[in-house]
């Protein structure tokens, strides 16, 4: 079975500090992994993907996560932290093998960046 | 920018009546979702629709929930008794294909059943 775990809940740093949001993942066969982003009363905004190739992947707004097959992982990072990147962070996990698309969701980390 | 639209934005209905949730996804795109987010807890896959026919469904998609793109750009979620149970944020998706291609989500209907 296909599972996202984000083992904080919350995630609390100051502005101009690096952030790292974690996400691990399991699935049977070879994933595709996402990140989104969720401001208050908003939709899920796609961040950045892994699908092959180099481990690291840069995304939106400074954003980058990078793919660690060994650990399963797929943690979410940026350099300087902005107050405006307070939001609720989802990881989200694709089996290559799944034909219909499906994603499965982490349970989301809230990032809060303080000045 | 093209984006998922999503209507209404928030619905309230009493237990037992029937609900239909409206999505306009993006025009070129193929596969369509409906996920759900009760309040506090994460977000969940109910089904994936492809081809004009669901290509996979959970377990929370019961006989009590349909789909339909009645022409060719709407995609709707019917719920046909709901429940108290059913409150919660529901979202729709959609992605030009399935495999490494990221999904598109409008900003969600709140359905509050009383």
């Known amino acids: 079975a296909q599972s996202v775990a984000q083992p904080e809940d919350q995630v609390n740093v100051a502005e101009g500090n690096p952030l790292t949001v974690k996400c691990t993942y399991s699935?049977?066969?070879?994933?595709?992994l996402f990140w989104y982003v969720q401001y208050p009363n908003r939709g899920l905004q796609f961040l950045l993907k892994y699908i092959t190739g180099d481990n690291l992947v840069k995304g939106s707004y400074g954003f980058e996560a990078e793919f660690n097959k060994s650990q399963t992982s797929f943690h979410l990072k940026k350099p300087s932290a902005l107050v405006s990147d307070s939001a609720l962070y989802f990881c989200a996990v694709r089996d290559q093998g799944n034909q219909g698309g499906k994603l499965i969701f982490g349970q989301g980390t809230e990032l809060s960046v303080k000045p | 920018e093209p984006e998922v639209t999503q209507t209404p934005s928030h619905q309230v209905t009493q237990m037992g009546q029937e609900v239909i949730l409206r999505c306009v996804p993006i025009s070129n795109h193929l596969y369509f979702y409906w996920y759900r987010q009760i309040l506090g807890q994460k977000v969940e896959f109910l089904v994936s629709?492809?081809?004009?026919?669901?290509?996979?469904k959970s377990e929370i998609f019961d006989d009590q929930f349909s789909v339909e793109r009645p022409d060719g750009s709407n995609f709707t979620l019917k719920i046909r008794s709901t429940k108290l149970e059913d409150s919660a944020m529901y979202f729709c998706?959609?992605?030009?294909?399935?495999?490494?291609?990221?999904?598109?989500f409008g900003q969600g209907t709140r359905l509050t059943v009383v």
């Open positions: 998706a959609s992605s030009e294909r399935a495999g490494g291609t990221e999904a598109f």
């Open positions: 629709f492809y081809n004009n026919e669901i290509s996979e």
């Open positions: 699935v049977s066969g070879n994933p595709y």
